[in-house]
């Protein structure tokens, strides 16, 4: 089911890298088109394994990455009708196909275990879905802004430059998708660590629990992804860190985003293993 969102994704990349080249609007019109098609279609996989399992789809890594792609997508879409501005897409398209990419090859088995049977591990897991989606967004934004910074400081405005948003539009839609994500991921984090208390109290004996710790990787890659996000913001309003700095320190807190997502969910033995 995840295949036809992947080629729909590939298909709108492929119209959103022509609209950057060729900046003709009705190219930009079928790229917004393509991707709305592909949100749509993925849309449906993801209720149709809502019904399958009977809760929202994230209880096994391939099924929590295409559902952060789902709510990548979205988020663009709303970044781009709000704002009139496709040029992004060029950048989030290529994301958007190498991470639904795994799910389509890898779908894995949505095991439910009785202990995430509780409404705060769906807030827990919705929240921080949601903030690493708003982040993804940041980064590439602030990915974005290095490479405009890089084009006016060489005093050479040329191709890159005519097709970029300017510095300021990219910083203030940086600061934004910042802001919504660490507001999520500090959601996500702390109904964690309630839900991990009361269910401790309830299953005392599940080993998936008592090894809920900072020893954890994937919970310490969470909580240092809250405190460099944490940082950004503290430095954004009290210490002047707008513009390269925070376009550099998403970039930063997003890599590790990636890290937790992709490797350490795939490769490393953690306590998320339900």
């Not at 602030?142 to 400081?153: H, P, R």
């Not at 940086?174 to 660590?193: E, K």
Request: aromatic share 14%; net charge positive.
């Amino acid at each position: 089911m995840n295949v036809l969102p992947l080629v729909l994704y590939a298909a709108a990349g492929v119209a959103y890298a022509m609209h950057f080249a060729r900046r003709k609007p009705h190219i930009g019109r079928l790229a917004t088109t393509l991707l709305i098609l592909a949100a749509l279609s993925h849309t449906f996989v993801i209720g149709m394994q809502t019904m399958e399992v009977r809760h929202v789809p994230f209880a096994n890594p391939s099924r929590a990455i295409s559902t952060f792609v789902w709510l990548l997508a979205l988020s663009y879409l709303y970044l781009e009708i709000t704002t009139d501005e496709r040029a992004m897409g060029a950048f989030i398209m290529p994301m958007l196909f190498g991470l639904q990419s795994i799910p389509a090859i890898w779908p894995g088995v949505e095991r439910m275990d009785p202990v995430l049977d509780s409404p705060w591990f769906w807030v827990h897991v919705s929240s921080l879905l949601f903030a690493y989606a708003s982040l993804g967004l940041a980064g590439v934004l602030g990915l974005t802004y290095v490479v405009q910074f890089k084009e006016i400081k060489k005093k050479h405005l040329g191709y890159l430059y005519t097709r970029l948003p300017s510095l300021q539009t990219l910083d203030v839609m940086n600061s934004r998708a910042v802001t919504i994500g660490w507001i999520f991921l500090t959601i996500g984090v702390a109904v964690g660590a309630f839900w991990t208390g009361q269910a401790r109290a309830i299953t005392p004996d599940d080993p998936n629990l008592q090894a809920m710790s900072l020893n954890d990787p994937k919970i310490l890659m969470a909580v240092l992804t809250w405190g460099v996000y944490s940082f950004g913001m503290f430095a954004r309003r009290t210490m002047g860190w707008s513009g390269r700095r925070a376009a550099w320190l998403s970039a930063f807190g997003f890599a590790i985003v990636l890290l937790n997502f992709v490797p350490v969910s795939y490769f490393v033995t953690t306590s998320h293993t339900f």
